[in-house]
């Protein structure tokens, strides 16, 4: 397939994907079979130079550039790319409103996350259930991930230790870790943080107005 | 004050900072007085040159570099540029769980984010409340945004056409925008919208484990 190009594609472009998923998939829907590099970076008002990089990267027909890239080959080769549509099982710590709002989040369904158990403070010996998933005490996080051969574990609750629990989870295997915590989570190098910090994200937000007003 | 170095800051600057206001609390509950940018680089696993740029950004006290920052002057620097603990009114479209772990977050609380009311689609004259906070019908955003002087947007939704709803958000005086949907909004230049891309972050996630499996 493309192995060798997908080498080259960046963070940053990764990230970029699924905004050109949406756009080429409103252009397939269309039935636009051809789009270049620039109509698209006007369309989500970025630099035409990143847009042509980062299609290049993943695009696997050889041809010529200038006639365009075929829509559908490009979506193909980016859903590919981005590991759409393959199931994922995870495990998520907390079960409060954020943990709620990814397990019912229908996109990330969608794209083949499946939240296999829930983590939480046993507060009691009675069974808890959110949007059918089994909540269990966090004593039992590595147990489970690696009988179930699981390898994607959420964070999704700043009440515990993140790196207690951080640490419960690689040591059950888990490679991926989505970190909606504030900590800056301490792994071995084989594993990859992708952390949502919700409190960087506001400075953002008010330094703009704070500059602005 | 600071005012010409705070212009430097890039934005990756600014989203390390609260990692760093992190570190320097930890410092100054524990009596040290001074710190290198080298040892908090180590801490947090980043470049020392980029966390002595961070810091000199930031840094008002004239001085030798060599001696160290002094751990309380540059907190209180980073917190006053990171716009802590101003009062920062707000309003968030939708009623859901994420919108609910949004309103209930205790971090972005202590940092002075109030929201001030939600909109959801009003499904019937009932009049809704979550957290004790208004839920409003959808056609009020901007109305209520320009009468209440808002001007930090958060739309935790995406059930919602979200580029009707930043429209209206920006028609409503607001110049901040927080954008939990998958969309790409097109705003006057005036206006800041920080994305939070779910989609996007999974794909980081995804394609670490086709690599590593």
């Known amino acids: 397939m493309y192995e060798c190009n997908q080498q080259t594609v960046t963070i940053q472009a990764l990230q970029r994907m699924p905004y050109y998923v949406q756009q080429l998939r409103i252009m397939q829907e269309n039935m636009v079979q051809t789009v270049s590099a620039p109509r698209i ?4 008002n970025l630099n035409e130079v990143q ?3 980062d299609f290049a990267a993943v695009y696997t027909t050889k041809g010529k550039p200038k006639t365009g890239f075929l ?6 080769n ?5 590991g759409y549509y393959n199931i994922n099982e995870a495990v998520i710590i907390g079960s409060g409103y954020l943990a709620q709002a990814i397990i019912s989040d229908e996109r990330l369904k969608g794209l083949g996350l499946r939240i ?6 046993s507060l009691d010996e009675t069974e808890k259930e959110i949007h059918g998933i089994k909540v269990l005490s966090l004593d039992k996080i590595s147990n489970l991930c690696r009988r179930m051969n699981i390898h994607i574990g959420i964070i999704a609750d700043s009440g515990f230790q993140a790196q207690v629990v951080c640490d419960q989870l690689v040591a059950g295997g888990i490679i991926s870790i989505w970190n909606f915590t504030e900590a800056h989570l301490s792994v071995p190098e084989y594993v ?8 960087a994200s506001y400075a953002v937000l008010t330094n703009h107005l704070k500059k602005n007003l």
Chains 1, 2 share one sequence.
């Open 41 to 44: 970076a006007e369309l989500l």
């Open 51 to 53: 847009v042509r990089k």
């Open 71 to 76: 829509v559908a080959e490009l979506l193909h």
């Open 78 to 82: 980016m859903e590919e790319l981005l």
């Open 116 to 121: 296999v158990a829930a983590f939480d403070f």
């Open 192 to 199: 990859k943080v992708k952390d949502e910090n919700f409190t």
